[in-house]
Each structure stands twice: as C-alpha cells, then as structure tokens.
C-alpha cells in the first residue's frame, strides 16, 4: 500500500483564538494530501479535470484527536482504503511534530463527467488509472 506524506505548517489564518486549528481546515489538509497521493501515482488532478472529469467528495467522516496549533507543521499521510472501479476511499491521519496523531478519517469519491455529474468507471475510461488504484489499496 501507498502512504503519501505531505508537511503542512499550520498558518495563523488556520486557527483559532486559542491558536488551535479550526477543524474544517482538517479537510482542505485532507485535499493537499489526496492530491499529492495521486501525483505520488504518477497522475495529476489537473489533468484529469481537463478530461471532463471531476471527482467529488460523496462521503466524509473525520475524527479528531489532538489538536494541532498554530507554528507547528503536521504531517498529513494519505492513502487508498477501498476502491471499487467506480468509488474509492481515502485514508487520513494527520501528525504534529510530535508524533502525536490530530485526527483520522476517511472521504469517499466517485468520478463523475462534469457536464452531467454522471459517474464513470475509471477501468473503462481510464484503464491505466485503475490499474495504479488497484495496485497501492
């Protein structure tokens, strides 16, 4: 399996009056992790994009641990926990210098064509893809 790992310094824009990060950062930190996954693929979302092809987010659950805070940098490690041919989950756990573990969770995608939202299967659209999900769950 593919862990990605990703260093993010927490920003003072990120936090909190009590310089903690306000949980909904959690998630554009989950976004810099699952992009950088899939350039650790060999694959941009750029590029996918350009296709015609979106990926949303259907589902998300996170749970959080410890908080992180303000002039430290985490460490977010993502990876595939499921995939299907048409949905895949990813995994999360971020990690401040420390050691100790943020937050855990998951988010589930399917992609879609973007002129309708209809969801596509990336083994037939996009064999080599499929085979790179496939190959690091």
């Given at each position: 399996m593919l862990i990605s790992k990703e260093l993010i310094p927490v920003r003072y824009a990120e936090t909190d009056q009590m310089g903690v990060v306000y949980h909904s950062n959690y998630l554009v930190w989950c976004e810099i992790?699952?992009?950088?996954?899939?350039?650790?693929?060999?694959?941009r979302y750029a590029e996918l994009e350009k296709t015609g092809?979106?990926?949303p987010v259907t589902s998300l659950q996170m749970n959080y641990h410890s908080p992180?805070?303000?002039?430290e940098t985490v460490t977010?490690?993502?990876?595939?926990?499921?995939y299907n041919g048409i949905r895949v989950t990813y995994g999360y756990e971020v990690y401040n210098e420390a050691g100790t573990?943020?937050?855990?969770?998951?988010?589930?995608?399917?992609?879609?064509?973007?002129?309708?939202?209809?969801?596509i299967?990336?083994?037939?659209?996009?064999p080599e893809m499929h085979e790179a999900y496939e190959k690091n769950q």
């Open positions: 992790g699952r992009t950088k996954l899939l350039e650790d693929m060999g694959y092809v979106l990926s992180a805070k303000y002039g977010i490690h993502t990876w595939i926990e499921s573990k943020c937050l855990s969770g998951t988010s589930e995608h399917v992609c879609v064509k973007k002129e309708n939202f209809k969801p299967s990336l083994k037939k659209h996009f």
